[in-house]
């Protein structure tokens, strides 16, 4: 009987232990889950942390390129260069585009010698950057990558009537009249002048020119600041400025009413 009742104990206790071993595993199993779960959480919090921080720096530097990169090139408008296409329409094109931002306000030009016929016009908030005017500051020299204006016209080459525009790095040419490489030249036409800065009716201010070469504009002025219609032109930056063979180097001017200054 005693033996009976040992044996019985004994498989109870077999039992219960085995319970008890399944059920610690079982918590253990929980434990483990629930920490893979937890690691898993934590490793996808982290991961989504850096797609969304890998996004934020994605969008940055684009938004920084497109910032620091908002220039408009003449190229993609189809400038020539090559003295003999005609480069008006394609300039002007360039400029208007930069003027309605639909491109950045600065128009960057590449070397060439770039002729037209029709002066350009530049109106507030545009910049023309060039790549310099050659080797030379006493005469053109197509070298040295430098970017040349070429006009052949009885207008002004350039008229700036506009705010916060101007030029950088070029030379603006009164083509030969006499000689040259289109079409022999343009004989026996003037040019009126080189850059005429004109408020007419408003005020043009902050207009910059700086590093430019004005050269061969016998029949008029290189560069004309001129104030009409009660409007003003002031306040404008204007350095290393080359003025040579011209009728007039600088001439200012202002009507009753008006300013230059």
């Known amino acids: 009987m005693t033996i ?7 498989a109870a206790l077999v039992a219960f232990i085995s319970l008890l071993v399944a059920h610690q595993n079982q918590n253990k199993q929980i434990h483990d889950l629930s920490r893979q779960l ?7 919090e982290i991961n989504t942390s850096l797609v969304e921080d890998d996004n934020a720096l994605l969008s940055r530097r684009t938004e920084e390129s497109v910032s620091v990169g908002s220039f408009t090139y003449a190229s993609d408008f189809g400038v020539v260069g090559d003295s ?4 008006g329409p394609s300039l002007q094109a360039a400029i208007d585009s930069a003027a309605t931002d639909a491109s950045g306000g600065t128009v960057i030009l590449p070397k060439g010698v770039f002729f037209f016929t029709e002066p350009l016009v530049i109106p507030g908030g545009v910049t023309l950057q060039g790549q310099g005017y050659g080797s030379s500051p006493l005469a053109i020299q197509f070298d040295a990558g430098g970017t040349t204006l070429a006009y052949c016209g009885t207008d002004y080459a350039v008229k700036i009537n506009g705010s916060s525009s101007g030029m950088r790095d070029l030379a ?3 083509w030969p009249y006499n000689h040259g490489d ?7 036409i003037k040019a009126a002048g080189g850059v005429v800065v004109k408020g007419d009716g408003k005020l043009v ?7 430019i070469f004005i050269y061969y504009f016998v029949g008029g002025d290189a560069l004309s600041l001129i104030a009409t219609n009660n409007g003003g032109v002031g306040y404008g930056y204007y350095e290393n400025l080359r003025l040579r063979h011209a009728h007039t180097g600088i001439n200012l001017y202002a009507e009753t009413g008006s300013f230059v200054k």
């Open 205 to 211: 201010e902050s207009v910059e020119l700086s590093n």
């Open 182 to 188: 289109h079409d022999g030249g343009c004989p026996n």
């Open 4 to 10: 009976v009742a040992t044996v019985g104990i004994t």
């Open 172 to 174: 603006v040419y009164d």
């Open 38 to 44: 937890s690691e898993v959480l934590e490793l996808s």
């Open 84 to 87: 003999k296409a005609n480069d």
